[in-house]
């Protein structure tokens, strides 16, 4: 860019995911840590020991609010370290523990059991299951298998790469077309 010389960074912000060189997802894992634990004070009231809201309540808050920051693009970093991962599911055991008041000698199993909330690392392998039984896993593989199989129009690829619109809408809807008529032409036959 004119000659100018683009300094190196260690870390990079790309759709809320902070990337850093060797992909071990530290810093990242930390911010959504750092993210969630203000969330939790903000909601400690409402979530805490000596709240009236019922379990229920308390978990559907838990999930809605918190597990939603920890788990954005968990496919992603699902594979970091334990160690780093660990320090995300210390963040649910606290909550566990403050939300069915459980004394300090019972196992975190137990609350986890009582508020039906799986393991963190339990639940990122169910999304990826999810994900691998939907046949996504990501829009890219999912966009180059369907110019593998010829379905998007030729201008829509662009050499080895393809291109991905930022409406997908109207690539589904391109699609459709193009799948119907097809089988109109099959009909006719």
Known sequence: MLDAIIPWQRNYKYLGVTLDKNLHFRDHIERVRNTALFYKARLGAVLGRKSKLSRRNKRTIYKMCIRTVMTYASPVFAHAAPKALHRLQVIQNKFCRAATDAHWCVRNSIPHRDLELHYFQIYEGRIEAI???????????????????????????????????????????????????????????
């Open 131 to 189: 994900l691998r039984h939907r046949g996504i896993t990501s829009q890219c593989a999912y966009a180059r298998r369907l110019t593998i199989n010829r379905r998007i129009p030729p201008t829509l690829s662009v050499g080895h790469e393809t291109y991905l619109p930022i409406h997908l809408t109207l690539l589904q809807r391109q699609l459709k077309a193009l799948i119907t008529s097809t089988t109109r032409m099959t009909d006719l036959e």
